[in-house]
T-cell receptor
Framework: SQELEQSPQSLIVQEGKNLTINCTSS?????LYWYKQKYGEGLIFLMM?????EEKSHEKITAKLDEKKQQSSLHITASQPSHAGIYLC????????????????FGKGTHLIIQP | DGGITQSPKYLFRKEGQNVTLSCEQN?????MYWYRQDPGQGLRLIYY???????QKGDIAEGYSVSREKKESFPLTVTSAQKNPTAFYLC?????????????FGSGTRLTVV
């Protein structure tokens, strides 16, 4: 079963509109990471959240982690064409996961298209 | 500038061939990772390495092999045993396992079986 669920899978938004992407886990997370990927390229780190209730912003992007540390949202205000791409959440699921690797588990991604 | 370099950007493999994907970092990171990305699947961990001369299998290691002879380098070999190798491969590194301040990713290699 998928341990990290992202929604929606894809999103088409008119330029200038706001949007929200969600990332949900059935387990309490030790850390939550948001990345952006342009098609056919590597992932660019956006933000990291570790504390329950934490919120971080960078330019027009705001990420929040709920108090239970099981759900995170990524909110983009006044979207622009440069925001288009794939947004992925990655989670630190804690000790013992992935054989003790401490590696990140990733969601399937959200494809964001900005319509002019 | 520090970063991770993956090469080649595009790679074509014939049936039955082994191919090696290169990943080099000059960030002085201890930990390195290989992920595979398929449409609609997200990223899946193939192998990871905590330090030089040590590596561990991830979720989908079958048909792949790695080496970590130098801190800077973590090449991935896709062997003929990998039945469906066509995918986008991403290499990443972090300061060390347990240091959770994010991964740095390379720009990826797209492998296609012809």
């Amino acid at each position: 079963s998928q341990e990290l669920e992202q929604s929606p899978q894809s999103l088409i938004v008119q330029e200038g509109k706001n949007l929200t992407i969600n990332c949900t886990s059935s387990k309490t997370l030790y850390g939550l990471y948001w990345y952006k990927q342009k098609y056919g390229e590597g992932l660019i780190f956006l933000m990291m959240l570790q504390k329950g209730g934490e919120e971080k912003s960078h330019e027009k992007i705001t990420a929040k982690l709920d108090e239970k540390k099981q759900q995170s949202s990524l909110h983009i205000t006044a979207s622009q064409p440069s925001h288009a791409g794939i947004y992925l959440c990655g989670a630190d699921m804690g000790p013992g996961h992935l054989g003790g690797a401490d590696g990140l588990t990733f969601g399937k991604g959200t494809h964001l298209i900005i319509q002019p | 500038d520090g970063g991770i370099t993956q090469s080649p950007k595009y790679l074509f493999r014939k049936e039955g061939q082994n191919v090696t994907l290169s990943c080099e970092q000059n960030l002085n990171h201890d930990a390195m990772y290989w992920y595979r990305q398929d449409p609609g699947q997200g990223l899946r961990l193939i192998y990871y390495s905590q330090i030089v001369n040590d590596f561990q299998k991830g979720d989908i290691a079958e048909g792949y092999s790695v080496s970590r002879e130098k801190k800077e380098s973590f090449p991935l070999t896709v062997t003929s045993a990998q039945k469906n190798p066509t995918a986008f491969y991403l290499c990443a590194s972090s300061i060390h396992l347990g240091q959770k301040d994010g991964y740095t990713f390379g720009s990826g290699t797209r492998l296609t079986v012809v």
